[in-house]
């Protein structure tokens, strides 16, 4: 993938597909371009090296406030990167051409709180009074765990990470609650505390795991059926750990009941041009510790 081919899809928005493994070696202009023109639609895990991954909460102006309350109040699932203004589908903070309706391979539509449908451009669907938050999200510090030598099963193997409701409350706001969601990866025993040090260095991707262990201490019954992704092995010698997901406002978004809210497609992340160890304006502290450890 070159970047003459990315001004060639801007210029006449022509459909060009890429694999997985094309995208991997592409960077996050390239890799938006290819998603807003037709050509990706699937799992972001991998892709973007060096840049700040994030999740996607779209929802109207009236709840915008409260929303963003619940975010303040529960960092650790819901670190805030970056908020559109009110009926502007531009995410000018997050990077130099991010258009929210299409730049994220794909979206999940809710009404009333129930998943109402699934698609891959929102720009029929967008109104004036929508207003776009952009989350953190785990799959930034993946490749630090790569480079390290820790072994990333979904990303080996083409997958979407495993992500659980857990029995981990959030604190309300409004009419947003509800438990929080985890992703879980299968790290070897011996390397736990290294992928432990290594995420807690991005308190914007969800920091330090939550639990590692015994899942059902969080709630979690079978790891073989996730609520969301594609289960993952648990190898003998390796060690289920679980980091806080910003897939936890699609929960609280059910409980919410609004008549509209669009968020991505869990796995299915919006890639920014935010390094990924950059400083960030984030509305309350990001804690540096998990929630519980063992």
Same mark, same amino acid.
Request: charged content about 20%.
């Given at each position: 993938l ?8 801007d @210029?006449r928005?022509?459909?060009?597909t890429?694999t997985y493994?094309e995208?991997k =070696?592409a960077d ?6 290819t998603?807003?023109?037709?050509g990706?639609? %699937? $799992?972001?895990?991998?892709?973007g090296q060096?840049?700040l991954q994030a999740?996607v909460v779209?929802?109207?102006?009236a ?10 109040r529960?960092?650790?699932p819901c670190?805030?990167a970056? #908020?559109? &203004?009110?009926g502007?589908?531009s995410?000018s903070t997050l990077?130099?051409?991010?258009d ?7 979206y999940?539509?809710y009404?009333?709180? @129930?998943?109402a449908?699934e698609?891959?451009?929102i720009?029929e ?7 776009a938050f952009a989350l953190g ?5 993946? =490749?630090?765990l790569e480079?390290a030598?820790i072994p990333v099963?979904?990303?080996? $193997?083409?997958?979407t990470?495993?992500?659980f409701?857990?029995?981990v409350e ?6 947003f609650?509800g438990?929080m ?7 070897p ?5 290294d ?6 260095r991005y308190?914007l991707a =969800?920091?330090?795991?939550v639990?590692w262990?015994e899942?059902?201490?969080i709630?979690?019954? &079978?790891?073989s ?6 289960a993952a ?6 060690v289920?750990?679980?980091w ?6 699609q #929960? ?14 869990p796995? =299915? ?9 950059? @400083?960030v304006? #984030?509305?309350g502290?990001v804690? %540096?510790?998990?929630?519980a450890?063992?």
């Amino acid at each position: 993938l070159s970047s003459c081919a990315v001004n060639h899809w801007d @210029e006449r928005g022509d459909s060009v597909t890429a694999t997985y493994e094309e995208l991997k =070696h592409a960077d996050a202009t390239q890799v938006r371009a290819t998603i807003r023109y037709g050509g990706y639609d %699937s $799992h972001t895990a991998g892709l973007g090296q060096g840049v700040l991954q994030a999740n996607v909460v779209i929802l109207p102006e009236a709840q915008a406030l409260n929303f963003m309350r619940f975010c303040q109040r529960n960092p650790k699932p819901c670190p805030i990167a970056g #908020v559109s &203004d009110t009926g502007n589908p531009s995410m000018s903070t997050l990077g130099g051409d991010i258009d929210i309706r299409t730049d994220v391979p794909r979206y999940n539509i809710y009404r009333n709180g @129930e998943l109402a449908d699934e698609t891959t451009d929102i720009t029929e669907i967008w109104r004036d009074d929508l207003v776009a938050f952009a989350l953190g999200c785990s799959f930034t510090f993946e =490749h630090a765990l790569e480079k390290a030598g820790i072994p990333v099963w979904h990303i080996a $193997h083409d997958k979407t990470v495993p992500m659980f409701r857990s029995n981990v409350e959030t604190i309300p706001a409004g009419p947003f609650s509800g438990n929080m969601v985890v992703s879980m990866r299968a790290i070897p025993e011996a390397r736990v505390p290294d992928a432990v040090e290594i995420s807690r260095r991005y308190p914007l991707a =969800h920091g330090g795991p939550v639990w590692w262990g015994e899942p059902a201490g969080i709630g979690v019954t &079978d790891l073989s059926n996730p609520d969301w992704g594609d289960a993952a092995p648990v190898p003998s010698g390796e060690v289920p750990v679980f980091w806080a997901c910003g897939v936890t406002p699609q #929960v609280a978004i059910e409980a919410a009941r609004l008549p509209l809210c669009i968020t991505h497609k869990p796995g =299915h992340m919006l890639i920014t041009d935010i390094a990924e160890d950059a @400083e960030v304006p #984030v509305l309350g502290a990001v804690p %540096s510790q998990p929630y519980a450890e063992q």
